[in-house]
Nanobody, 124 residues
Framework: QVQLVESGGGSVQAGGSLRLSCAAF????????MGWFRQAPGKEREGVAT???????TYADSVKGRFTISKDNAKNTLYLQMNSLKPEDTAMYYC??????????????????WGQGTQVTVSS
């Protein structure tokens, strides 16, 4: 049993920053990948950033240079530092993890466990 709990969302002005956290509870060994995904109203869920068990990261082109994904293994916590936020970043952000091997990192269907989401709203 694995539970993921996101926090850190909120409302900011364009150009501002937020840091999202995802705390993992239960069996958290042997992740292949953990990541952040987002979904805006009327749009498909999309991958934002992922980090695998070895620390290798993958970013969507739309957030490269602005967002940074990291993890603290001792605390079983995943982070997403979001800088230079834009209105188009407005979405519900979800934390996810997978035990599957060799999956496409930014593809939502590759992930087994999901948090409930945290809302990020960026005003212009």
């Amino acid at each position: 049993q694995v539970q993921l709990v996101e926090s850190g969302g909120g409302s900011v002005q364009a150009g501002g920053s937020l840091r999202l956290s995802c705390a993992a509870f239960g069996y958290t060994y042997s992740w292949y990948s953990m990541g952040w995904f987002r979904q805006a109203p009327g749009k498909e869920r999309e991958g934002v950033a992922t980090i695998d068990s070895r620390g290798s990261t993958t970013y969507a082109d739309s957030v490269k240079g602005r967002f940074t994904i990291s993890k603290d293994n001792a605390k079983n916590t995943l982070y997403l530092q979001m800088n230079s936020l834009k209105p188009e970043d407005t979405a519900m952000y979800y934390c996810a993890s997978t035990f599957l091997l060799g999956v496409a990192a930014l593809t939502p269907s590759s992930y087994n466990y999901w948090g409930q989401g945290t809302q990020v709203t960026v005003s212009s």
